[in-house]
Structure formats: C-alpha cells, structure tokens
C-alpha cells in the first residue's frame, strides 16, 4: 500500500523584479504570481527542484 504524497506550503516572500526571466517562470511554474501567494503542491522531485532554484525568495513549510 502506497503512502499518500506529502504536501507542503510554498509562499513566495519578495518581489521578483531584477531576477532573471528563468526565475520569473519558475515562479509562474509553481503558481506564484504576486508576493505573499502561497500554493499548496505535493513533495514530488520537480516540485523540489524548482524550490532550489528560487528558494531566496520562497518560504516552504510542511503541510498535513
């Protein structure tokens, strides 16, 4: 039996104005529009990465 994927919480905590386009679409990516959005997203691999990438501007928190 299959464990049900995590979640976790993904608020974006400043502006992108001055990084790169690539980051901007990260962002997009994940559903991030304006600053202070947050999105609920299951903990898979992509998610993650992509996390990586921005992780100066996000915030991540687990959800239950």
Do not use: C, F
Not at 37 to 56: A, C, F, Q, W, Y
Request: hydrophobic share 40%; glycine share 10%; net charge positive.
């Amino acid at each position: 039996m299959k464990a049900a994927p995590k979640k976790i919480k993904i608020t974006l905590v400043r502006s992108l104005i001055g990084y790169p386009e690539s980051q901007r679409k990260i962002a997009r990516g994940l559903g991030l529009g304006k600053p202070q959005s947050s999105v609920v997203r299951e903990d898979t691999p992509s998610i993650r990465g992509m996390i990586v990438k921005l992780n100066h501007v996000l915030k991540v928190e687990g959800v239950e």
